[in-house]
């Protein structure tokens, strides 16, 4: 056997070594895409059911309703006590959500 021989030999273990490395690369990119799928449903649903929880509260669910209403006469208590109230509060006017009046 010869030296061009062993370098053939060598070239097609390093070939295979590398198709091995890029499928276990795959596979690996494929498992943290689903883990970080996994962690956003989890944190949505922790999400939700803090707000559902909080909601319960008649003071909070008060305030859920005048916020989602568009409702001027909103405290900064209520907002604050908000579960969705993770942003500073805008000065601007909002435009309601739901609408009192009635469609003629």
Known sequence: MTFSDLASIGSFVSAVAVVISLAYLANQVRQARH???AAIRAERA???????????EPSIAEAILKGLRGGADITETQYASSPTSAAPRSTTPRTPIFSTRKAC
């Not at 922790?46 to 319960?56: D, G, H, I, V």
């Open 35 to 37: 883990h970080q799928q």
């Open 46 to 56: 922790t999400r939700l059911a803090t707000m559902n929880t909080a909601a319960e």
